[in-house]
């Protein structure tokens, strides 16, 4: 029962089952060695930092970290007594500005830590709560001077942290048996809420209502006949959430006040329920169900196949190939369509016109009988039609400048 392990990293004292039991869960990547030995009882987030989160276990710690580094906690704060021994956290919260940390332990004690100091607390009420009791929430007030703390000795209490020595105002008579039970504070910090449990078939649990300034109970809501587990008062949307043991979830509202939320589905109208239409007639025949539509059924397929033997459109013998150039519309073994017929064509088209100049000289008689586009705009400037010389390709070697013959 003494056996002990004295880790590489600060010489933290772990028994011997809990001490394999996190060996065993560091060679999983997802899992970090240097978190939590223990079971984790609540978390919260940083309310300025959006990748930082605090979480607090029965290791007798607090810890941050850090979304983006998840394998390395950012910090660690370890709760103790006045006598320096270990003492368990059951809830932690941050302040407002997220520059406090404050939990509640099994001793009955409120700490608080200046968010970068992890060595001893700020502020140590050692008997905020009774011994033994599991606080269930700490929340700060939205002007961060004042907590709430919902203890599990069925009580309410309002502290000032500039004058952390005694509780501002206490309320007694609130019944909980649940280690979640949550306070908070209304958007404007006039009101603190929280809710009470019951015993099955006891009453009905409720939601409770104070005022900050004299801590006078306001006002009460029946919920349903089951404990109040949850409830949170959205700052944003001003209005309250309430989860129940019997398994409801429920949205509290304000028509003024409130934004958005659970007012855009009040505000939907619901849908008429169209009448079904009936029909007059006492009966209804298909058209395939008469035996005048009705398709006779073949019984055999034998018969069926002498019978398209004698259809002479079922049993038309499929005509042979053309020879030849083609008859009746047909086209011959060239091919059958426009492009193959047109290929044939120019393939027989013996006509040599490699020397455009005679390809067009050909057509010269036949322009100077019926001249029609080109020699009338000519007929005045020039009457008789002049061509150019032709010369052998030596003679052109003759005339090209000197710069352009190829030197050999």
Request: proline share 7%.
């Given at each position: ?342 290929v044939k064509n120019i393939a027989l088209d013996k006509t040599d016109d490699s020397n455009p ?52």
């Amino acid at each position: 029962g003494n056996t002990s392990r004295e880790s590489g990293r600060g010489r933290s004292r772990l028994p011997v089952g809990q001490g394999a039991q996190c060996g065993a869960r560091s060679q999983n990547p997802g899992i970090t060695p240097w978190g939590h030995t223990a079971m984790l009882h609540t978390g919260s987030w940083h309310p300025k930092i959006k990748g930082e989160f605090m979480t607090c276990s029965n290791d007798a710690t607090v810890r941050t970290w850090e979304v983006e580094n998840p394998r390395k906690q950012r910090s660690v704060f370890k709760p103790r007594t006045m006598q320096g021994k270990k003492v368990i956290p059951t809830t932690c919260t941050y302040s407002r500005d997220g520059n406090l940390i404050a939990a509640a332990c099994q001793n009955g004690s409120i700490q608080i830590w200046d968010r970068n100091l992890t060595v001893h607390p700020k502020f140590h009420y050692k008997q905020a709560h009774d011994p033994g009791t599991d606080t269930s929430c700490v929340a700060f007030s939205y002007d961060g001077n004042v907590l709430a703390s919902r203890g599990g000795d069925d009580t309410l209490k309002l502290w000032d942290i500039r004058q952390f020595n005694k509780p501002l105002f206490s309320a007694l008579g609130l019944p909980t048996m649940f280690p979640m039970t949550d306070c908070c504070f209304s958007p404007d910090d006039k009101l603190i809420v929280t809710g009470t449990s019951v015993q099955r078939g006891c009453g009905s649990g409720k939601l409770v209502f104070f005022e900050r300034r004299t801590f006078q109970r306001v006002y009460e809501i029946d919920i349903t006949d089951a404990s109040v587990v949850r409830c949170l008062w959205h700052p944003k949307l001003n209005q309250i959430m309430v989860g129940t043991g019997n398994g409801l979830a429920k949205v509290y509202y304000d028509p003024n006040k409130s934004q958005r939320g659970a007012k855009l589905c009040v505000v939907k109208t619901q849908r008429k329920a169209k009448q079904a239409e009936t029909l007059t007639q006492d009966y209804i025949i298909t058209p395939h169900a008469l035996p005048m539509f009705r398709e006779p059924r073949q019984r055999s397929t034998r018969k069926q196949l002498e019978k398209d033997r004698l259809d002479p459109l079922k049993s038309h013998k499929p005509e042979p190939p053309v020879a030849g150039p083609g008859r009746g519309g047909r086209v011959g073994t060239h091919g059958g369509t426009l492009s193959s017929y047109i290929v044939k064509n120019i393939a027989l088209d013996k006509t040599d016109d490699s020397n455009p100049r005679e390809a067009i000289l050909r057509h010269a008689k036949a322009a100077e009988d019926n001249p029609y586009w080109v020699s009338p705009a000519y007929s005045k400037t020039q009457p008789k039609t002049m061509f150019a010389q032709v010369e052998s390709d030596d003679e052109e070697a003759k005339n090209e400048p000197e710069w352009k013959k190829r030197k050999i």
